[in-house]
């Protein structure tokens, strides 16, 4: 049994292989050489480390608080690689366990700064509960984080297994549980950013990757920098230097790749925010207000166009519950569709939702024609394929329920799509137009968006209904992936919400029109439409697996390097180096730290 001294919990450190201290959770052992060193030493000693197991949680919690600052509300979009950067400093060194608590503060002051709006209407503990769900993915990220530093390959190993870690990390919070959560991608920060057009050649993971790339090469500018400054060697700044350099020459890599600005044809497009009588979950309770607000908004259009003061257009797109009364059963419901349909003679596709089938109801889109009234087939129709759980569904209901009252406040759970039809996608017929139809939240998951456009959609529509969240940044932030969706598919997308923030988006992720919050407002713009295919709407899915596995790969051969030095260390004569923890140099602690 080695001479030691055992530090009290909470202040605990190891040293890291390259010799610096490295936090930890849990009681160590300090090696005997330290307790040689006298009483004072050894209390300097574990008092500065402790201070470092601080300084590294309040790092990360910052670096959390700066990532927020990056996306839409505040869109300081180059703060996005600063956070980054934090967190792996932060990380450096450190045991896995602590890892996983600094990822895990990251994540949770990130989120509780993010997604505020959960929880406007309906109580703090869906907000909390979903932040904290999501920090735990950030929290198995931050436990790996450590052995991004010792990937083999040098420079380039560090930045692929980082920028790897961070596209695994996103895939699997989009996908699990319930169908995941994408909210607060580092690629949906970018959407005004000079990153934003690398999403056309490997979708939002490629964004992501090429932002994490950045804030890594920040982080190790930043590492090799350190020593120089406390040296006061400034001519040794010039290698850390380049690595700056470099991380700014990622972020804007964008701007070599052309975007679209024109199409094959064009079409008029007019997309209707007719606007609700009162914000929060009860935005609905006068069903007939709405559908009356966006009838209306639209017979103001066809009087302008009957008067020369607006062009006629190809076609009218109504946002998400626009007609929360079922048009198919109702028959003043479809009259008044019909009406505003017939007089301003362009389809119009409504926002429904629909009885059916059985105890289900469907959150549908439905393609009303002049002269024809409401479509009924798979190029008329198209029902949400990923409902959003807890909002409207409740998947194991009794269970939530102990936790809150208000899931009962879904009283009959939405079907999805895919239950009801073999071929799902929402690609609609709407005069010469095909419009690829996705509702909501789903604009955020990459799958779903790919279909439409594979599927022949010349133009997407999100339809959306921002109510429940009130005056936040939820809808500047939607607003946002449908930006980053137009210059990943190359098409326009018309993002229609009931009270806004809606926005017609060219190819390029130009905003050409945009409204106001709890405004009625129509937005009206030429697009183009096109049909030829991105690279990345041709790859799909393979740049997020192949950098996924170049992560897991190059942190598996860091763990296992590890493994093979601990191994080597233990064979050496003591005095060499040979506790796990030590520095190399061999040098006092009070050097080395």
């Not at 001294?5 to 190891?14: F, L, Q, R, W």
């Not at 198919?328 to 019909?338: F, L, P, R, T, V």
């Not at 190399?584 to 602690?589: A, E, H, Q």
């Amino acid at each position: 049994m080695s001479d030691s001294a055992v530090v009290p919990p909470g202040i605990g450190s190891t040293l890291s292989r390259e010799g610096e201290p490295a936090a930890v959770i849990a009681p160590v052992k300090v090696p005997g050489r330290i307790r040689r060193l006298g009483p004072a030493l050894r209390t300097s000693v574990t008092t500065a480390v402790g201070r470092l197991a601080w300084a590294r949680l309040i790092l990360a919690a910052v670096s959390g608080f700066v990532l927020h600052l990056a996306f839409p509300g505040i869109d300081w979009w180059p703060l996005a690689p600063v956070a980054v950067a934090g967190l792996a400093i932060a990380t450096r060194g450190v045991s896995g366990r602590f890892g996983a608590v600094l990822g895990f503060v990251f994540g949770l002051v990130f989120f509780l700064r993010l997604i505020p709006w959960i929880g406007v209407y309906v109580g703090a503990f869906p907000w909390i509960a979903l932040s904290v769900t999501e920090a735990v993915y950030l929290a198995v990220m931050g436990a790996l984080m450590p052995r991004i530093w010792r990937a083999r390959g040098g420079l380039a190993g560090l930045l692929l297994a980082n920028g790897g870690l961070w596209v695994a990390q996103e895939a699997v919070r989009g996908r699990w549980p319930f169908g995941g959560f994408p909210w607060g991608r580092l690629a949906f920060s970018q959407s005004g950013a000079p990153t934003a057009p690398l999403a056309s050649v490997g979708g939002a993971p490629l964004v992501s990757f090429a932002v994490a790339v950045a804030g890594t090469l920040l982080a190790w500018a930043v590492v090799r920098a350190w020593p120089v400054l406390r040296s006061r060697a400034v001519r040794d700044l010039a290698f850390p230097a380049v690595g700056l350099v470099a991380g700014i020459a990622v972020m804007g890599l964008g701007v070599l790749i052309p975007l679209p600005t024109k199409g094959d044809s064009t079409a008029r497009v007019a997309a209707v925010q007719g606007n609700v009588p009162r914000a929060g979950l009860e935005f609905n309770a006068q069903r007939r207000a709405v559908l009356d607000n966006h009838s209306q908004a639209t017979l103001d259009l066809a009087a302008r166009v009957a008067d020369g003061e607006a062009e006629q257009p190809d076609i009218v797109l109504w946002p998400e519950n626009a007609s929360d009364i079922d048009p198919y059963i109702n028959a003043d419901a479809a009259a008044e569709i019909s009406t505003a349909t017939d007089t301003i003679k362009a389809p119009i596709l409504v926002g429904a939702v629909v009885q059916g089938p059985g105890r289900y109801v469907s959150n549908t889109g439905i393609v009303w024609r002049p002269g024809e009234g409401a479509g009924t087939g798979d190029d008329s129709t198209y029902v949400k394929r990923h409902p959003a759980p807890f909002a409207e569904y409740i998947p194991y209901r009794s269970f939530f329920r102990i936790f809150s009252k208000k899931v009962d406040l879904v009283s009959k759970d939405f079907i999805s799509g895919d239950k009801l039809r073999d071929d799902p996608v929402g690609v609609m017929r709407m005069g010469t137009v095909r419009v690829g139809d996705v509702i909501c939240f789903e604009v955020a998951y990459d799958g779903l968006v790919r279909d439409s456009v594979r599927a022949g959609a010349t133009l997407l529509a999100v339809q959306t209904n921002n109510a429940t969240f009130g005056y936040t940044d939820e809808s500047v932030q939607q607003l946002a992936q449908s930006r980053l969706r137009a210059i990943e598919s190359g098409r326009s997308v018309v993002n229609i919400s009931t009270v806004g923030v809606s926005g017609i988006i060219l190819p390029d992720g130009t905003v050409v029109e945009r409204s106001g919050h709890y405004t009625q407002e129509v937005l009206e713009a030429t697009v183009p439409l096109r049909t030829e295919l991105t690279i990345a709407t041709r790859v799909g899915e393979w740049p997020e697996w192949i950098l996924t596995a170049l992560a897991l790969v190059l942190l598996l051969g860091a763990s296992a390097g590890g493994a093979v030095t601990r191994w080597v260390r233990r064979g050496r004569p003591a005095g060499a180096g040979d506790q796990e923890g030590e520095p190399r140099t061999g040098l006092p602690v009070s050097q080395t730290s």
